[in-house]
């Protein structure tokens, strides 16, 4: 199962890197991602539960080298229930941000695939908006509402194709695999005794146009698998 367990990892990995490092459209790239959640649910429903149950959870960081929070925070929470993850932010030495994701050990890299191309398709589309509306300069506000906004539309659909998803597997194999992962990473991240609080809205204030922009920028992303995508065999 070890082996099983890497080969699916060195292919999300794979495919991360032909999706992010080459380039691709932000239809490509979110196909892509829904593509992931296809390879890993086919995975876990070869599995009996027993074999799931014996996967080992990991936690894995993603830095943002920032000290303030950033527009794709509002995905954060998201992306962390579309991979059946727990996710929590913490802050380094230096006080920068860290988003820490905690879960089975191929969940954790759907999970950073998945803000992979989620912020992919932010910057696209916001370099995209900006050539649009033939900014000279900007003030730093017009571009986080607009990412802001398309971050709050992306997290949206994550949770309604979450949703989707899950019920499609309960119906095609009988078996729900969210209460079996949920039930692995909820035992073992009691063991981790941390003591996490609630986040606080940052209070900052939005430009309403720039983030309407971006709300619609995210309402325009397909984000279904299959789409220039090549069938699993």
Known sequence: MAGDLDKLKNRLQALRA??????????EA????????EL????DLSLSDLEIRQEQCEQSAIDTNRKQRQ?????IPAIAEYCDCKVWREKDATGRIRYVFFGLRPSIEMA?????VVATAMQTAWEEYA????FIRYANDEKGSFLFGMAVSIADKLVAMKTERDETNRAGSGRDLVVIRHAIVESEFSKLSLNLRQGRASGKKVAAGAF???????DSLRLHPGVGMEKSR
């Not at 032909?18 to 239809?27: D, L, P, S, Y």
């Not at 890993?40 to 995975?43: G, I, S």
């Not at 527009?71 to 995905?75: K, T």
């Open 18 to 27: 032909k999706t992010i490092a080459n380039g691709c459209t932000e239809e």
């Open 30 to 37: 979110l196909a892509a991602a829904a593509k992931v959640a």
């Open 40 to 43: 890993l649910d086919r995975h």
């Open 71 to 75: 527009p794709i925070s509002a995905c």
């Open 112 to 116: 950073h695939y998945v803000h992979d």
């Open 131 to 134: 050539r649009s509306q033939r």
């Open 212 to 218: 309407e922009a971006g709300h619609a920028a995210g």
